[in-house]
């Protein structure tokens, strides 16, 4: 029997959207960079108006949620910090699945900004990966139920934990860069020192598989990136205090270091074109800079692109958009760049103050204000402010997008924005 008209764009209409429907599995999403594919996401919306559900959250948090399928997933830190905790959610209703802990952590200094849960969770459809302020992982599976732990890579720094793992060909890789927790509190902080690495775990059974030292650096917070050369093997790109790195993903060789100074640096490791964007730290000698990636061995600089002094981000990290790259200030100056060369497109202050990582959609960058307010822009080279959204909460954790929805972690609630 022929199926009717209407009846059968309806149901390739639906097919299509199924296409384009994505899971946000890891910090900033399927490409570690902030992108989603999909195109029809909520531009409108308020605390009370387009939400599909508002969930309230246990605990004390700055992890972003991830989503996989119809679960969402989020940490949190309960008991002043003490009891670690992965939860899970329907994704569709924003019910509470399970509230499970993954072990006991003792707490230990953190910056005010920062939280005893900020790493973000990781997922791979299987298990939920989770690592807490003190260093400690844990994987759960979708039924709640804890498959394997590893407390062997406990950290410190002055500022707590803020990096997050990404999931890559069955690792779970991580950044360490914290400081020393002796007598001198400036040794990793303020005085660069060599025992700052890059981990990588085994999915599967949280055994160590590689561990390789950074060399001297500093304090940072940012997640890696995975970049693969043409026709080489994929390399995580990893930023710290002083320099920017590669290293093969399958072995951990380090592969080669440039030097880009500036302690305590938030932003993540920005790849796109042949190129890594770095920024972020404190000091006085902070700029934004573009590397040509690839070469061996030490550096330096020779493989120094651009530089650009004016609206560089301390805490959210930068999104490449194709030709622009664009960032927001702490302070909320917002600046488009022409990747390839750092020239000027445009700077405007929207206002308030930034702690997320923008994310992109539809031709769209999402600013999320430390208010709980998203500024929606157009990702072009003219400044376009499409909607500003609030929500009226405090806001430090990214965006995620998935299945047409945006979802938002305030201080005390998760927000599923969109249809019911």
């Known amino acids: 029997m022929k199926t009717p008209g209407p009846i059968l764009a309806l149901l390739l209409g639906l097919g299509a959207a199924s296409v384009v429907a994505e899971d946000w599995p890891q910090f900033r999403g399927p490409d570690h960079q902030g992108h989603s594919s999909e195109t029809h996401v909520p531009l409108t919306w308020s605390a009370t108006d387009n939400v599909a559900w ?215 490791t920005v790849v796109g074109d042949g190129l890594v964007f770095t920024c972020g730290g404190w000091g006085g000698k902070e700029t934004t800079k573009a590397f040509k990636l690839g070469g061996i061995g030490d550096l330096a600089e020779t493989n120094l692109v651009w530089e650009q002094k004016k609206g560089m981000p301390k805490v959210p990290s930068l999104i490449h958009v194709k030709p622009h790259l664009f960032g927001i200030t702490d302070g909320g100056v917002a600046t488009c760049l022409k990747a390839d060369t750092g020239e000027l497109v445009w700077q405007e202050r929207v206002g308030g103050n930034f702690s997320a990582s923008p994310v992109a959609a539809a031709g769209r960058i999402y600013f999320v204000g430390d208010n709980g307010e998203t500024t929606v822009i157009e990702a072009g080279p003219g400044f376009k402010v499409l909607s500003k959204n609030p929500l009226s909460e405090r806001v430090q954790a990214s965006m995620a997008i998935a299945s047409g929805h945006l979802f938002i972690r305030t201080e005390k609630n998760l927000f599923c924005i969109g249809d019911r």
Request: aromatic share 10%.
């Open 54 to 268: 508002k969930t309230a959250l246990p605990g004390e948090s700055w992890s972003s949620p991830v989503v996989w399928g119809e679960r969402v997933f989020v940490t949190t830190a309960t008991e002043d910090g003490q009891s670690c905790r992965v939860i899970a959610l329907d994704r569709k209703s924003g019910k509470i699945l399970w509230d499970k802990e993954a072990f006991r952590q003792v707490p230990r200094k953190k910056e005010g900004r920062n939280s005893y849960a900020t790493p973000t969770p990781a997922t791979d459809g299987e298990r939920v990966y989770a690592c807490f302020g003190d260093g400690s992982f844990a994987a759960f599976d979708f039924a709640g139920v804890v498959i394997w732990t590893n407390r062997e890579h406990r950290f410190y720094s002055q500022h707590g934990l803020g990096t997050s793992p990404i999931l890559r060909d069955g690792l779970l890789i991580m950044a360490r860069d914290g400081s020393d927790d002796g007598e001198d509190k400036k040794l990793g902080w303020q005085t660069p020192w060599d025992r700052s690495y890059v981990l990588a775990l085994d999915a599967e059974t949280g055994k160590e598989r590689w561990r390789t030292k950074r060399g001297l650096s500093r304090i940072s917070h940012g997640a890696p990136a995975i970049w693969t050369p043409p026709g080489g093997r994929a390399q995580v790109v990893s930023e710290a205090g002083d320099v920017v790195q590669g290293f093969d993903l399958r072995t951990g060789e380090r592969i080669w270091t440039s030097k880009v100074v500036g302690e305590g640096k938030v932003p993540s």
